[in-house]
């Protein structure tokens, strides 16, 4: 059934409906680990710290429950499961893993999803989040790289992990001396999984050549991925919480030459530096730390950076001021 319908949408996509494609390929984007990872950054750099750590929580805990869930199931993408199925040609490259549940479907579920379900938004924007939402799943189903039953889980399950982090983030407050628990218990349960991924069984199918159809190591990266994500949050969360310390009252001048300075290096560390780490270290270890360099450059050692930069940029005009007060 879930095949059938992939199929119909397919036939519809290549008449009338390739009207719609490039509206919904382009609402895939917001689903994407870089787009997201640089919505959340935004937030956490510029806007509302609080709000951002609350969103990279959750967004964390999310591709540790992604990459569970799909080493667990094994369930394969649809055009392996059944040839008709012809996934948009711009869609399929970001297709990776497994496909149960939908890895674009959770992340968006992070930043929409956990925006909706914040009381303290206008009801009008939670609407709006919803309906993001709602549309990035779509289009996975749309652009015939996932199933239906792939982005319902992977939206309820990433809705669930959002609301866990806002109960989370809220009893932090209260009690702020155990966030050194909450990281070790993040970490712990994500070498239980790189443990279990690296440890499980994977399906082994074989065409008529004899050819293996899918390699269950190679569809567990995504998996170790989200290892390397979780557990770089944790830890620079944790040592910028006590050695760094920013905040995000500053100027819009600030804000946008943080941005600016925080998206042309992330891309320098994502495009230039990780590639040709993870390919000296190979296999699952390059993959985690890779992922790792990504994400703790963007929550620690990046507001290391702009808030020494900032201190040195007030003591210059302090003893600019200084000094003119003198001469006068």
């Known amino acids: ?83 008709r199925i012809v996934p948009d040609e711009t869609a399929i490259v970001t297709a990776t893993g497994y496909s149960f549940p939908s890895g674009h479907t959770m992340n968006a579920a992070t930043v929409f999803g956990g925006s909706a379900i914040r009381r303290e938004l206008g009801r009008g924007l939670r609407i709006l989040m919803w309906l993001m939402l709602f549309l990035v799943a779509f289009s996975r189903n749309f652009l015939g790289v996932h ?109 946008v030459a943080r941005f600016a300075g925080g998206m042309l290096s992330y891309y320098v560390i994502s495009l230039i530096l990780c590639p040709p780490v993870k390919e000296l270290i190979g296999g699952a270890a390059g993959t985690m730390i890779s992922c790792f360099m990504q994400i703790f450059y963007v929550v620690f050692l990046f507001p290391l950076f702009f808030v020494f930069l900032e201190k040195r940029a007030g003591a210059e005009q302090g003893n600019a001021m200084s000094g003119g007060g003198q001469s006068r």
């Not at 109960?167 to 628990?181: A, G, I, Q, R």
């Not at 909450?182 to 008529?208: N, Q």
Request: some cysteine.
């Open 147 to 255: 199933t239906p039953q792939d982005v319902l889980v992977g939206a309820a399950a990433g809705v669930l992990v959002m609301f866990l982090a806002g109960k989370l983030m809220s009893w932090l407050k209260e009690h702020p001396e155990m966030d050194v628990w909450v990281v070790a218990v993040g970490i712990g349960l994500a070498v239980l999984l790189a443990v279990y991924a690296s440890l499980k069984a994977y399906p082994e199918d074989f065409d008529a050549e004899g050819q293996l159809i899918v390699d269950g190591a190679k569809m567990a990266m995504d998996t170790f991925k989200g290892i390397g994500y979780c557990s770089a949050f944790l830890t620079g969360w944790i040592l910028e919480r006590r050695f760094v310390r920013f905040h995000t009252n500053i100027s819009m001048r600030g804000r």
């Open 1 to 83: 059934m879930d095949i059938n319908y992939l199929y119909h949408l397919q036939q519809f996509r290549g008449g009338p409906g390739s009207l719609l494609t490039s509206f919904l390929s382009k609402m895939t984007w917001w689903g994407e680990l870089n787009t997201v990872v640089l919505l959340i950054a935004a937030v956490y750099w510029c806007v509302n710290k609080e709000y951002g750590e609350y969103l990279f929580l959750g967004w964390s805990g999310n591709r540790l429950m992604n990459g569970f869930l799909k080493v667990t199931a094994c369930v394969y993408r649809p055009w392996i499961r059944d040839a």
